[in-house]
């Protein structure tokens, strides 16, 4: 079963905006992951917080997360046409499971 | 090499049909996964090997059958299918568990169930 859902559902942003997407889980974590998905190919990792991290960044990453509210966020700055895919968040305890995933489009 | 190398990348199978998913790793890494995953819906966890032993199976019918024959490769055997069935299937590898590290996907098989 899914392990919780992501906010939104889509975003709809034009290029130079920032996107910031919001994941919530339902079990106790070891880590949190994030991950992007072009055209339901393969996931790509983007980057993984640690259940005693508050906040991590990557380029133009910035993931933050809040173990008391089981969430997370995930924000892009400054947002290319490139960006346009679908993210998932992964809860990862003894094994990873996904959220419900967030549709980007950057218009150019 | 970082890549995780899945096979066919689009199979067509009837319902009595037998057929092979293979998935192959050269990084290392020791922990290998299958996800299946509809049009715009998660992944959902299939299947989880850690040293080529099945760790992990999120109560998956028989009718799949996933074999691990070294720490390199994964298949998933398919027998008996049905329409349902059809999906992106995805394999992943990991250098650790998921619940130390993140992982390596593959551009996945698009299976069609006739």
């Known amino acids: 079963s899914q392990q919780g859902e992501e906010d939104p559902q889509a975003l709809s942003i034009q290029e130079g905006e920032n996107a910031t997407m919001n994941c919530s889980y339902k079990?106790?974590?070891?880590?949190l992951q994030w991950y992007r998905q072009n055209s339901g190919r393969g996931l790509v990792h983007l980057i993984l917080i640690r259940s005693n991290e508050r906040e991590k960044h990557s380029g133009r990453l910035r993931v933050t997360l809040d173990t008391s509210k089981k969430s997370s966020s995930l924000l892009i700055t400054a947002s290319r046409a490139a960006d346009t895919a679908s993210y998932f968040c992964g809860a990862a305890g003894n094994k990873l499971t996904f959220g419900g995933g967030t549709r980007v489009l950057v218009k150019p | 090499d970082t890549e995780v190398t899945q096979t066919p990348k689009h199979l067509v199978m009837g319902m009595t049909n037998k057929k092979s998913l293979k998935c192959e790793q050269h990084m290392g890494h020791r922990a290998m996964y299958w996800y299946k995953q509809k049009a715009k819906k998660p992944p959902e966890l299939m299947f989880v090997y850690s040293y080529e032993k099945l760790s992990i199976n999120e109560s998956v019918p028989s009718r799949f059958s996933p074999e691990c024959p070294n720490s390199s490769l994964l298949n998933l055997h398919l027998h008996a299918l049905q329409p349902e069935d059809s999906a992106l299937y995805l394999c992943?590898?990991?250098?650790?568990?998921?619940?130390?590290?993140?992982?390596?996907f593959g551009s996945g098989t698009q299976l069609s169930v006739l």
């Open positions: 079990t106790s974590i070891n880590n």
């Open positions: 992943a590898s990991s250098q650790d568990l998921a619940d130390r590290v993140g992982l390596f």
